[in-house]
């Protein structure tokens, strides 16, 4: 009865689910977890860092969201409003732990006009840069671990996730300039980072 039960409630829409579990119908709630909990632990590897901290992540994201699911209205999809809760408690993880979740540059205010100039060099035509190696692949995952926090954040959840900014911000409680504002740095950052590797490796080239 059980598995015929598990079964029937994994062919329900996710609407369904939800109506049922905000009444409380534990085995819809599971079914929910089931199908989003590979994100969110994702999610939070990428954020955090270690497998330790994205279980615990994991653990209390549906936890916060079995007790406020009642307050769900549908205004977003039900992913969406779940990496809202998880990118908050990532952001009081990071806090503890003290990773910075604040600038690598003053950031501008949205009235603020000022254009910011870059004077990053443009690797974007290096065929050496649709090379895929393991120790390219390494120092991306090392470029955005070094991202501070907010910029990391919105880098994962647009570059990665695939999410809008407009998503975004509503997930974040940001003006979508800022949340652009933010993607545009961190992609700046990175672009730096792998500059500098591709220009080591030309000049290794030519001493060869």
């Not at 549908?74 to 969406?80: E, L, Q, V, W």
């Not at 910029?151 to 990665?160: C, E, M, Q, R, V």
């Not at 740095?185 to 500098?196: E, G, H, P, V």
Request: aromatic share 10%.
């Amino acid at each position: 009865m059980e598995q015929t039960s598990t079964k029937a409630l994994a062919l329900l829409k996710e609407n369904e689910l939800i109506e049922r579990a905000k009444n409380r119908d534990n085995a819809a709630f599971e079914e929910l977890v089931r199908r989003n909990q590979a994100k969110i632990y994702n999610l939070g590897l990428k954020l955090l860092g270690n497998k330790e901290d994205a279980a615990d992540l994991l653990q209390e994201t549906f936890i916060n969201a079995y007790y406020a699911l009642p307050k769900f209205e549908g205004k977003s999809a039900f992913s969406t409003w779940l990496y809202r809760i998880a990118t908050n408690n990532a952001f009081m993880k990071m806090r503890k732990k003290k990773i910075p979740l604040v600038r690598f540059e003053t950031e501008k205010n949205d009235s603020d006009q000022q254009q910011v100039t870059f004077n990053i060099p443009d690797w974007s035509n290096d065929p050496r840069a649709h090379l895929k190696n393991e120790e390219l692949k390494m120092l991306i995952e090392k470029s955005v671990d070094a991202l501070p926090g907010k910029y990391k954040t919105i880098f994962i959840l647009h570059d990665i996730e695939g999410f809008s900014t407009e998503e975004i911000s509503r997930m974040l409680n940001l003006s979508i300039s800022a949340v652009k504002s933010r993607v545009h740095r961190s992609r700046m950052f990175l672009r730096d980072r792998l500059s500098q590797y591709f220009h080591a490796g030309f000049k290794q080239g030519v001493n060869q």
